[in-house]
């Protein structure tokens, strides 16, 4: 049976399931139904496959109808392991290998890139001169494979793959030409903002084909984010342990293997696993609609208390928020972290359910976020005055100004959308049109504050 077949054969079991029902109407199974196809087309234009993209739809429609509601939760477990052990047969074919065999080869060729240095005399375990080196070029050794990755799974065109060059052909030359300085806050801010340039424009239009129009393209690149760090993490942590274990049993025979982890296996594996990350979040998609969910409504509420007796602290203590470099770049990393779990919890959401409880609480969260921002920009706003613009406040206020309008017209929309007078579409667009803003911005730091600010 082909897989349009099996897909067809899915969706009559569903129609049929509902026929079983008298108090359904068949025009509304009609609706329905037609609302079922366009999930499921959305979904395998985003990667799926049809049994998967099935799967997701159907859960996705139970949260609008109690009918299939409950055909989901009959259905959910032996489509579930349908797509838990067809995939390992799946991917014993051609199409399967390829996938998994192009992520190794590519993070095999990651990990060999970030030693080549060593041939011209730079170490990872050198002295200062060294470490500035890998410092300022360890995203460039990195990224480019990731970048092919998606190029090539997604067959990204021939002008797709000049403007996939470009950006990291002038990274390498910002990077390597310009006079940075070792410790200069314009060092370190593009040290800082490179891969965050490099991931949100360049793995972003890789990931997507090269259509930046696709609103759900962008929307599903967002969701590839909140994956991918979750299994970087996972495997940072697995490889901890690895580490871990080679220090006991060389040390119980007498031997310190502090260089050959240090110069091989903590380099290499770091640099592989951007790879091997990316992959399983393409292998394992189905799971995607399952960890979302979970980790946001986990973290939303918690982020909000943290948010809301930190601004109740303010206001009780009267302390003002101390602008040095390490608060600025912690503040800025907090919101950025509120935003990225606010886009990771849309990405997850269906936007056609209506207004819930977890909606409420992602406004309370929108909201506290709003105050903190507004509070650094003020505290910003007076150091500036007394001290006069650096590099450093004038990176953070860039930033800052840049998440108080998206933050503050997120808010906007969704206060609309919980009143009934807007949809929650307008403002997974309004998310996913911001987006590139703070790639630029994030390049406009990397290649024009040295200028501006004459590498200090």
Same mark, same amino acid.
């Given at each position: 049976?082909?897989?349009?077949?099996?897909?067809?054969?899915?969706?009559?079991?569903?129609?049929?399931?509902?026929? *079983?029902?008298?108090?359904?109407?068949?025009?509304?199974?009609?609706?329905?139904?037609?609302?079922? !196809?366009?999930?499921?087309?959305?979904?395998?234009?985003?990667?799926?496959? +049809?049994?998967?993209?099935?799967?997701?739809?159907?859960?996705?429609?139970?949260?609008?109808?109690?009918?299939?509601?409950?055909?989901?939760?009959?259905?959910?477990?032996?489509?579930?392991?349908?797509?838990?052990?067809?995939?390992?047969?799946?991917?014993?074919?051609?199409?399967?290998?390829?996938?998994?065999?192009? /992520?190794?080869?590519?993070?095999?060729?990651?990990?060999?890139?970030?030693? =080549?240095?060593?041939?011209?005399?730079?170490?990872?375990?050198?002295?200062?001169?060294?470490?500035?080196?890998? $410092?300022? %070029?360890?995203?460039?050794?990195? =990224?480019?494979?990731? $970048? #092919?990755?998606?190029?090539?799974?997604?067959?990204?065109?021939?002008?797709?793959?000049?403007?996939?060059?470009?950006?990291?052909?002038?990274?390498?030359?910002?990077? %390597?030409?310009?006079?940075?300085?070792?410790?200069?806050?314009?060092?370190?801010?593009?040290?800082?903002?490179?891969?965050?340039?490099?991931?949100?424009?360049?793995?972003?239009?890789?990931?997507?084909?090269? +259509?930046?129009? %696709?609103? /759900?393209?962008?929307?599903?690149?967002?969701?590839?984010?909140?994956?991918?760090?979750?299994?970087?993490?996972?495997?940072?942590?697995?490889?901890?342990?690895?580490?871990?274990?080679?220090?006991?049993?060389?040390?119980?025979?007498?031997?310190?293997?502090?260089?050959?982890?240090?110069?091989?296996?903590?380099?290499?594996?770091?640099?592989?696993?951007?790879?091997?990350?990316?992959?399983?979040?393409?292998?394992?998609?189905?799971?995607?609609?399952?960890? $979302?969910?979970?980790?946001?409504?986990?973290?939303?509420?918690?982020?909000?208390?943290?948010?809301?007796?930190?601004?109740?602290?303010?206001?009780? *203590?009267?302390?003002?928020?101390?602008?040095?470099?390490?608060?600025?770049? #912690?503040?800025?990393?907090?919101?950025? =972290?509120?935003?990225?779990?606010?886009?990771?919890?849309?990405?997850?959401?269906?936007?056609?359910?209506?207004?819930?409880?977890?909606? !409420?609480?992602?406004?309370?969260?929108?909201?506290?976020?709003?105050?903190?921002?507004?509070?650094?920009?003020?505290?910003?706003?007076?150091?500036?005055?007394?001290?006069?613009?650096?590099?450093?406040?004038?990176?953070?206020?860039? &930033? %800052?100004?840049?998440?108080?309008?998206?933050? #503050?017209?997120?808010?906007?929309?969704?206060?609309?959308?919980? /009143?009934?007078?807007?949809?929650?579409?307008?403002?997974?667009?309004?998310?996913?049109?911001?987006?590139?803003?703070?790639?630029?911005?994030?390049?406009?730091?990397?290649? &024009?504050?040295?200028?501006?600010?004459?590498?200090?």
């Amino acid at each position: 049976m082909t897989s349009e077949a099996a897909l067809e054969q899915r969706i009559g079991e569903w129609r049929n399931y509902f026929r *079983t029902r008298q108090a359904v109407h068949s025009a509304d199974v009609a609706e329905l139904e037609d609302h079922l !196809r366009s999930q499921i087309d959305a979904l395998r234009q985003a990667g799926l496959d +049809e049994d998967e993209a099935f799967l997701v739809a159907v859960k996705r429609l139970g949260s609008l109808d109690t009918v299939s509601h409950e055909f989901a939760r009959e259905y959910s477990e032996r489509l579930w392991k349908q797509l838990m052990v067809a995939p390992a047969a799946a991917d014993s074919g051609p199409a399967g290998r390829s996938g998994g065999v192009l /992520a190794v080869a590519l993070a095999v060729g990651a990990a060999v890139a970030i030693k =080549l240095p060593e041939l011209f005399g730079r170490s990872i375990m050198g002295g200062d001169t060294d470490a500035f080196f890998y $410092a300022r %070029n360890v995203t460039l050794f990195v =990224l480019p494979f990731l $970048a #092919g990755f998606f190029a090539l799974k997604r067959s990204l065109h021939k002008t797709g793959w000049t403007w996939l060059l470009f950006p990291f052909i002038a990274a390498a030359l910002i990077m %390597n030409v310009l006079p940075f300085k070792v410790d200069h806050q314009t060092t370190i801010l593009a040290i800082i903002h490179l891969p965050i340039a490099l991931w949100l424009l360049t793995i972003g239009f890789a990931y997507i084909g090269g +259509e930046w129009r %696709n609103h /759900a393209q962008r929307m599903n690149f967002v969701r590839f984010s909140g994956e991918w760090f979750i299994y970087y993490v996972l495997t940072a942590l697995g490889g901890g342990t690895l580490i871990a274990f080679t220090f006991f049993i060389f040390n119980a025979i007498g031997l310190k293997p502090d260089d050959f982890v240090g110069q091989w296996i903590v380099p290499c594996g770091a640099a592989g696993a951007v790879l091997i990350a990316a992959w399983l979040v393409e292998w394992k998609k189905s799971v995607i609609e399952n960890m $979302a969910p979970v980790l946001t409504m986990l973290f939303t509420p918690l982020f909000t208390v943290l948010l809301l007796v930190f601004v109740g602290t303010i206001i009780v *203590t009267g302390n003002a928020i101390d602008v040095g470099r390490e608060v600025l770049i #912690g503040f800025d990393l907090l919101l950025v =972290l509120v935003l990225g779990l606010l886009l990771y919890s849309i990405s997850a959401r269906d936007s056609h359910a209506p207004p819930s409880r977890s909606d !409420r609480l992602r406004l309370a969260l929108l909201l506290s976020a709003l105050v903190v921002d507004g509070l650094a920009l003020w505290a910003i706003a007076a150091r500036i005055s007394e001290f006069g613009f650096s590099a450093n406040k004038t990176a953070a206020l860039g &930033l %800052n100004i840049l998440l108080l309008i998206n933050l #503050g017209w997120s808010a906007v929309l969704y206060m609309r959308f919980l /009143a009934k007078g807007g949809s929650f579409t307008a403002l997974e667009r309004w998310q996913t049109s911001y987006l590139p803003v703070f790639g630029i911005w994030a390049w406009v730091v990397v290649a &024009l504050f040295p200028v501006i600010f004459k590498y200090q």
